[in-house]
């Protein structure tokens, strides 16, 4: 199975890009979020999924683990396939689909092309439990900076993530604290510090 795929951006499709490795190119299926950041000539580093069918075998490419592991998880919800799963994180970013699914907001995931209401209602009822782990995780994914095709983890990541891990050990259960800190967020912004998110959480939990 191919896990990573380390080469040149040959060509860019609605839908996927050709990555050149040694000479081969690699068609990889890709969110529209991640097409975006790609340009012809440039080097890329893609993490992998890799889907074998009787007739195909089709390679999905994300820009971090985290992305790969709610890609995933989505397809674990029923009606989600991997069509729809990419869609999803062509709408929303890693974190905004955490904090979507933490605060309840199917709307937000209802955007997604391929998503009706009573899907994205259950994505977010059934994913509950399994957003604080993966944001968490997605926060602290370490990424090189300054490469090409590859995205740094923003301030405001580490600080909602030592935020969640507070509250936890404070006793709320991860899905409480994933839901405050989120809140937090949202009405503080992307630029509060840790300190602050974890008192702005504790009012949320307290109400």
Do not use: C
């Not at 499709?13 to 950041?37: C, P």
């Not at 399994?130 to 590859?150: D, F, M």
């Not at 404070?170 to 009405?187: H, R, T, W």
């Amino acid at each position: 199975m191919i896990g990573q795929l380390k080469g040149k951006i040959d060509a860019i499709g609605e839908a996927h890009a050709i990555v050149d490795v040694g000479g081969v190119g690699y068609e990889v299926q890709l969110s529209a979020r991640t097409l975006r950041n790609l340009k012809l000539g440039e080097p890329v580093t893609l993490t992998i999924d890799t889907h074998v069918r009787e007739d195909s075998i089709k390679l999905f490419g994300f820009q971090s683990e985290v992305e790969r592991s709610w890609f995933r998880t989505l397809q674990t919800i029923q009606g989600v396939g991997s069509k729809v799963a990419l869609g999803v994180l062509s709408v929303l970013s890693s974190q905004d689909l955490a904090n979507a699914i933490a605060l309840g907001n199917w709307a937000a995931v209802e955007q997604a092309p391929g998503v009706g209401k009573k899907l994205a209602q259950r994505i977010v009822a059934e994913l509950k439990d399994k957003a604080p782990a993966l944001s968490v995780a997605g926060l602290h994914v370490p990424v090189a900076s300054g490469v090409p095709g590859t995205a740094e983890v923003p301030p405001e990541g580490l600080a909602a993530a030592e935020a969640i891990s507070a509250l936890t050990n404070l006793g709320y259960n991860p899905a409480q604290a994933s839901a405050a800190v989120a809140a937090a967020m949202k009405e503080l912004g992307a630029e509060a510090d840790t300190a602050k998110l974890i008192r702005r959480g504790l009012k949320e939990l307290a109400r």
